[in-house]
């Protein structure tokens, strides 16, 4: 069971737009802390989507965003399209635990 | 262009040893941190371990007295040394550069290595 909880699943069609959501707690997202969004394709290594909760590294289009609010934060993305179709991770840091923790991770499917 | 190369993993028996490497090109590795990351067969991702640039090192409790993280400054490369590994040790391990501002604890992950699968099985 993850720290940070994610929906198992979300789906939508080519040009919709899908939000996936990520709730924390007052010892991780609650506190303050930053939250991260990786992507990850089939059969390979996550890549950095979102950072310091709604920055976007080079490369990464604009149809992607982030925010964060109370212990939540969400990742939106717009004009959906096929080749979106991947594992969605948020990332934090945990006082408790004192470590970096994961939500569980939605698989976007797009119909 | 910042690369990552992992490798090391294979098959291993309960209570056997394994090294991982991670080969980094176009940063040095002793200059930033870096971490650990694993993920189990079709699963999410866990934080293994990291060191600090300054060589201060963390785990977590999961592996904590079994593993050590290590670097090579003449080979900028990364290791993970995992000692009495268990059945449920077996994952995909990626090496991972940690980038953190003024805050550690809101580092991120900007750059992963390929992975490398570790299967601990009798």
């Known amino acids: 069971q993850s720290v940070l909880t994610q929906p198992p699943s979300v789906s939508g069609a080519p040009g919709q737009r899908v939000t996936i959501s990520c709730t924390g707690s007052s010892s991780n997202i609650g506190a303050g802390y930053d939250v991260h969004w990786y992507q990850q394709l089939p059969r390979t290594a996550p890549k950095l989507l979102i950072y310091?909760?709604?920055n976007r590294p080079s490369g990464v289009p604009d149809r992607f965003s982030g925010s964060k609010s109370g212990t939540s934060a969400s990742l939106a993305i717009t004009g959906l399209q096929a080749e979106d179709e991947a594992d969605y991770y948020c990332q934090s840091y945990d006082s408790s635990l004192s470590c970096w923790v994961f939500g569980g991770g939605t698989k976007l499917t797009v119909l | 262009e910042v690369q990552l190369m992992d490798s090391g993993g294979g098959l291993v028996q309960p209570g056997g040893s394994l090294r991982l490497s991670c080969a980094a090109s176009?940063?040095?590795?002793?200059?930033?941190?870096m971490s650990w990351v694993r993920q189990a067969p079709g699963k999410g991702l866990e934080w293994v371990s990291v060191i600090y640039s300054g060589g201060s090192t963390y785990y977590t409790d999961s592996v904590k007295g079994r593993f050590t993280i290590s670097r090579d400054y003449s080979k900028n490369t990364l290791f993970l040394q995992m000692n009495s590994l268990r059945v449920d040790d077996t994952a995909v391990y990626y090496c991972?550069?940690?980038?953190?501002?003024?805050?550690?604890?809101?580092?991120?992950?900007?750059?992963w290595g390929q992975g490398t699968l570790v299967t601990v099985s009798s």
């Open positions: 176009g940063f040095t590795v002793s200059s930033n941190y």
């Open positions: 991972a550069k940690l980038l953190a501002g003024g805050w550690y604890e809101d580092g991120y992950f900007d750059f």
């Open positions: 310091g909760n709604n």
